[in-house]
T-cell receptor, first 109, second 115 residues
Framework: GIQVEQSPPDLILQEGANSTLRCNFS?????LQWFHQNPWGQLINLFY???GTKQNGRLSATTVATERYSLLYISSSQTTDSGVYFC???????????FGQGTELSVKP | NAGVMQNPRHLVRRRGQEARLRCSPM?????VYWYRQLPEEGLKFMVY????????ESGMPKERFSAEFPKEGPSILRIQQVVRGDSAAYFC?????????????FGSGTRLTVV
């Protein structure tokens, strides 16, 4: 099955800094998503991005499907960005998502 | 659209009791997925169901765990004779085939604590 690996495992930033989170996957995928799990445990769907680039405010994501990686960019980070960021992929439409282990982000004021 | 609704949000059970977790999918969605998140870990797939049918249960423990998604009503994840190791957050997601251009949407989860 698909292996999904995320890096770095932990990241500490000062408010206002930028960051890049990486997700590598082992096989061709039809679905790739980025999620933010906030400190209350809720999973927020950030991007559905099996290929290409998308932007939403201070966040953007790029997936290079042929090279089997995806990047999540956070610019001008805020304390509310703290939490765990998960990448998840599946190799068929409607199939189960395989999650990476996450990147735990802490943004300090 | 109320999104994916899970209840209860928190559930405490004594060892040996049964736990029932409920998931109501988004309106118009007929497919449901259950995931488990152990403390300090990522989410692990458990089971994928459509109405009255189990599509993929490859992530479900063989004993004590069962899931259903009846024609009417929510999907139920049932854990019999709970043990401390079942303590985790259980998340549900829903989808409608051919309409996942926005990806899967997850509920807020049920946090099960076994004492």
């Amino acid at each position: 099955g698909i292996q999904v690996e995320q890096s770095p495992p932990d990241l500490i930033l000062q408010e206002g800094a930028n960051s890049t989170l990486r997700c590598n996957f082992s096989d061709s995928v039809n679905n790739l998503q980025w999620f933010h799990q906030n400190p209350w445990g809720q999973l927020i769907n950030l991007f559905y991005i099996p290929s290409g680039t998308k932007q939403n405010g201070r966040l953007s994501a790029t997936t290079v499907a042929t090279e089997r990686y995806s990047l999540l960019y956070i610019s001008s980070s805020q304390t509310t960005d703290s939490g765990v960021y998960f990448c998840a992929a599946s190799y068929n439409q409607g199939g189960k998502l395989i999650f990476g282990q996450g990147t735990e982000l802490s943004v300090k004021p | 659209n109320a999104g994916v609704m899970q209840n209860p949000r928190h559930l405490v059970r004594r060892r040996g009791q049964e736990a029932r977790l409920r998931c109501s999918p988004m309106k118009g969605h007929s497919h449901v997925y259950w995931y488990r998140q152990l403390p300090e870990e990522g989410l692990k797939f458990m089971v994928y169901l459509q109405k009255e049918n189990i599509i993929d249960e490859s992530g479900m423990p063989k004993e004590r765990f069962s899931a259903e998604f009846p024609k009417e009503g929510p999907s139920i994840l049932r854990i019999q004779q709970v043990v401390r190791g079942d303590s985790a957050a259980y998340f549900c997601a829903s989808s409608q085939p051919g309409q996942i251009q926005n990806g899967y949407t997850f509920g807020s989860g049920t946090r099960l604590t076994v004492v």
